[in-house]
């Protein structure tokens, strides 16, 4: 059984600052991308960043230069340093990983975190 927790979210005034993190856990051989995705109210859920194994990023436009997503391989763990947030960045924040075990890759996903910019 495999599963990703998240944790970090909250309430934070525009120009603040938070950090996700979100830990895999399990019978885990392997896990390729783990990405972080936002769903907010009466929205479709976006990808807002993404990281591989090897360490390549990518950024959704809405966040670049304010938002950086980094991994910990060794503790199977990504995280999402968020600066500079705005209103526009109020949704729920998801963690998503591909994960190899023994009965080969799926798709995962966190329960969600609720972030919370007030203007």
């Known amino acids: 059984q495999v599963q990703l927790v998240e944790s970090g979210g909250g309430l934070v005034q525009a120009g603040g600052s938070l950090r996700l993190s979100c830990a895999a856990s399990g019978s885990i051989l392997s896990i390729y991308n783990m990405d972080w995705h936002r769903q907010a109210p009466g929205k479709q859920r976006e990808m807002v960043a993404t990281?591989?194994?090897?360490?390549?990023?990518d950024y959704s436009d809405s966040v670049k230069g304010r938002f950086t997503i980094s991994r910990d391989n060794d503790k199977n763990t990504v995280y999402l340093q968020m600066n500079d947030l705005k209103p526009e960045d109020t949704a729920v924040y998801y963690c998503?990983?591909?994960?190899?075990?023994?009965?080969?890759?799926?798709?995962?996903w966190g329960q969600g975190t609720q972030v919370t910019v007030s203007s």
């Open positions: 998503y990983a591909y994960i190899v075990t023994n009965t080969g890759g799926s798709d995962y």
């Open positions: 990281g591989t194994r090897a360490g390549r990023t």
